[in-house]
């Protein structure tokens, strides 16, 4: 199972489709798109400040209450998400690019990804935060955190187990060059080494 499904059973999928007043098949298709640049740019602060240094960062953004906030009743707050996009981009630019790319990819008008990108970046936070388990001793989050990005990383490649895998490209599919932000050609290279570290 990969990370769209994963979100669409937790219902955010839904919630997203809601907050934007599209069809909630059109907000997994832009969900599909988005999400290896989203992952992205969590594996790039992985590598950079460590599992330790990424679940840190989490929490300070809100940890696994950005997923209650998407799954809630309420309007989804986009601000946290923005700040999530922030962190893990770095730029506006990088957003709009990456909103750009995905809008060639699927034929999704490129306002609505964009539109899209916080409200996504703030429940693969809060999934990721909740499946660390934020609220245990630092020790535990960086083994969970560790496992679990491994786990969505290898979820994002369509992992042996997926029945989906095959015919989704591994959730990857033609839009692997958009998770490859540091340009050298091969992003499951760049995913497989992330895992791979964190298993070391």
């Known amino acids: 199972m990969n990370l769209t499904d994963i979100l669409a059973q937790a219902g955010g999928i839904e919630s997203m489709a809601k907050d934007l007043g599209i069809p ?30 990424l679940g840190g960062l989490l929490g300070q953004l809100g940890g696994g209450g950005l997923l209650d906030s998407v799954l809630g009743s309420q309007p989804t707050p986009i601000a946290p998400g923005n700040e ?12 709009r690019t990456v909103a750009g790319q995905a809008a060639a990819q699927t034929g999704l008008d490129s306002g609505l990804l964009k539109k899209m990108l916080p409200i996504l970046a703030m429940m693969v ?3 990721m935060a909740k499946q660390g388990g934020q609220s245990g001793a630092s020790g535990g989050l960086s083994g969970g955190l560790g ?11 369509g992992g042996g187990t ?9 959730g990857l599919g033609g839009l692997g060059k958009m998770l490859d932000m540091d340009g050298d050609g091969n992003p499951l290279d760049d995913i497989m080494g992330m895992v791979n570290k964190m298993r070391g």
């Open 162 to 170: 997926a029945p989906s895998a095959g015919g989704q490209g591994g």
């Open 84 to 95: 999530v996009l922030g962190q893990i981009f770095g730029s506006k630019d990088v957003s």
């Open 24 to 53: 909630p098949a059109m907000a997994k298709q832009g969900a599909e798109a988005l999400l290896p640049a989203i992952l992205g740019g969590f594996k790039k602060q992985a590598q950079s400040g460590g599992i330790e240094g």
């Open 125 to 127: 936070a809060g999934y």
């Open 147 to 157: 496992g679990m990005l491994g786990n969505v990383l290898g979820g994002a490649l």
